[in-house]
């Protein structure tokens, strides 16, 4: 059974300051994706990790993928208010996907 | 273009009661799912469709739970009964493909809750 493991799974954090995000899987899979989840709002998909030693940004947001080590990670750059939020990474398993527990971001002014 | 639509957005009955849920894919996606996602926790998939076969039930609880896609676009999941424990949001996604790197679009979600 595949499990997929986020931390941490609650962050504060001021603004201007840099932080990761981990996401842990324990099956082989070359392929990743991370969303973002506002509160009562659906996911939005920041970004679709398809091969091993991906790496994509976009803003203040990069993610990477290492297959061989089973690990993404997802960071920030000089946090702002606006990307206060719950973050999922979720790794494809036999067509479908499985979601880590989510880590609920709050950034402070 | 028009993302994936589900109503109702809000949802709330006595337990035992009957529930149902739509979902409208995007446009040209083949691929349907219905997540259920519990407050605190990622989606937890409950069935995946390519077109109008469900490929993939085992996480569907077939005893209260059925879903349909007739014709291969709309869908509708429904609860019967309704459980205390079946309150969550019931998130519906779709993709293009199914296969490995199709990405997937995901509704607002229902929200249940049982009384």
């Known amino acids: 059974e595949l499990k997929v493991e986020q931390n941490p799974l609650f962050l504060s954090m001021q603004e201007g300051k840099n932080y990761t995000i981990y996401c842990n899987y324990s099956t082989t899979s070359d392929r990743l994706y991370w969303y973002r989840q506002d509160p009562g709002k659906s996911l939005e998909s920041l970004f679709v990790?398809?091969?091993?030693?991906a790496v994509k940004q976009e803003g203040r947001l990069m993610a990477s993928l290492d297959t061989k080590a089973r690990l993404s990670t997802l960071h920030i750059t000089a946090a702002v208010h606006d990307l206060s939020a719950t973050y999922f990474c979720a790794v494809d398993l036999s067509q479908k996907l499985v979601f880590g527990q989510g880590t609920r971001l709050t950034i402070n002014p | 273009e028009a993302g994936v639509v589900q109503s109702p957005r809000y949802k709330i009955i006595e337990k035992k009661q009957p529930v149902a849920f739509w979902c409208n894919p995007i446009s040209g996606h083949n691929t349907l799912y219905w997540y259920l996602q519990n407050l605190g926790q990622g989606p937890e998939l409950l069935i995946r469709y390519e077109n109008e076969e469900a490929v993939d039930d085992s996480q569907l609880p077939k005893d209260r739970f059925s879903a349909e896609r007739l014709k291969g676009v709309d869908s509708t999941l429904k609860i019967q009964p309704a459980e205390l424990g079946d309150s969550a949001v019931y998130l519906c996604?779709?993709?293009?493909?199914?296969?490995?790197?199709?990405?997937?679009?995901f509704g607002e979600g229902s929200r249940l809750t049982v009384l």
């Open positions: 996604a779709s993709s293009l493909r199914g296969g490995s790197g199709g990405e997937l679009f």
């Open positions: 990790l398809l091969s091993n030693g």
